[in-house]
């Protein structure tokens, strides 16, 4: 062990693998609680990128996404089919265009957002009591700590 590292202790390494199990678990039900259109998984993670960060060229998200652009324009262009995205000129580069969320996917975004919400919700009051719930908004508090710098 070199001088700057420190051991870690047993109860963390159970505690990120239990999160971490959980969490994967967690996902999978929620996606299972909405419609997902039949949407693969990287067509999801462009539409969950461009809510979040807004327009993109292609190769912007070819880059975010790690893959290939001819990959990005085969997902786009699926999405595209289905109404999902909007392209347009970027204002600051007429030759490069601009992808964004259609109202389309702003509507199925929000409805499966709201659908997710409400299964989870459901699920805690019939699943969990009140200290149980206070618990877990608790333990939430401690793991948000972890994403902030």
């Known amino acids: 062990m070199g001088p700057m ?3 870690t ?9 239990d999160v971490r199990v959980v ?7 929620l996606r299972e609680a909405h419609d997902t259109r039949e949407l693969t998984p990287s067509q999801t993670a462009v539409l969950s990128r461009l809510d979040k960060d807004g327009p ?3 190769s912007d998200l070819a880059a975010a996404e790690r893959v290939r652009p ?3 324009a085969a997902t786009l262009a699926a999405l595209d089919e289905r109404g999902l995205i909007q392209r347009h000129p970027d204002p600051a ?3 490069r265009q601009l992808i964004s ?3 389309a996917a702003r509507t199925f975004i929000d409805d499966n957002r709201q659908a997710r919400e409400e299964w989870l919700a459901r699920a805690m009051h019939d699943h969990f009591t009140e200290d149980e719930r206070q618990t877990v908004i608790h333990a939430m508090t401690l793991l948000d700590k972890l994403t902030r710098p």
């Open 9 to 17: 202790s047993a109860s963390a390494v159970q505690a990120a693998r």
């Open 23 to 29: 969490f994967s678990r967690l996902r999978r039900r």
């Open 101 to 103: 969320l259609s109202p």
């Open 70 to 72: 001819q990959s990005m």
């Open 56 to 58: 993109a060229s292609t």
């Open 93 to 95: 580069d007429g030759r």
């Open 5 to 7: 590292e420190h051991p």
